[in-house]
């Protein structure tokens, strides 16, 4: 054995625990996620994607949001938060877990002020 043999070792461990932490992350995380592509106005999904685009837009007189579009694979779907101008850990490239119901908005499909989960950059997204 080589004199550091056993950092070696600890190191090892210590990746193959990360990597097994975020594969349990990554389970519980995605369960029930489906494609963007397959979401439909009035249902209540969750999704995964990537932040493709950001605007803080009006939303009426007083009200300011702030809006997302969020992509996978199969498609994208605008984010919208209202009253908000901006959300630590969420900018151009953030990679998130969206849940709520489907509205539209603007002729578009949206979520207004769902829940979500910021994923580590470590996590491949599912679709």
């Known amino acids: 054995m080589g004199l550091f043999s056993r950092d070696k070792q600890a190191e090892?461990?210590?990746?193959?625990?990360?990597?097994?932490?975020?594969?349990?992350?990554?389970?519980?995380?995605?369960?029930?996620?489906?494609?963007?592509?397959?979401?439909?106005?009035?249902?209540?999904?969750?999704?995964?994607?990537?932040?493709?685009?950001?605007?803080?837009?009006?939303?009426?007189?007083?009200?300011?949001?702030?809006?997302l579009t969020l992509v996978d694979g199969t498609g994208g779907l605008t984010v919208v938060f209202l009253g908000r101008r901006h959300i630590g850990g969420i900018g151009l490239g953030a990679r998130l877990v969206v849940e709520g119901t489907v509205s539209e908005i603007r002729s578009q499909l949206a979520l207004l002020n769902p829940a979500y989960l910021l994923v580590p950059p470590e996590v491949p997204l599912p679709y």
């Open 12 to 67: 090892a461990k210590a990746a193959a625990d990360a990597a097994a932490a975020f594969e349990e992350f990554a389970r519980l995380a995605f369960a029930g996620v489906i494609p963007i592509g397959d979401v439909t106005w009035r249902s209540h999904v969750k999704v995964a994607g990537r932040v493709k685009a950001m605007r803080v837009q009006p939303w009426s007189e007083k009200i300011q949001s702030l809006e």
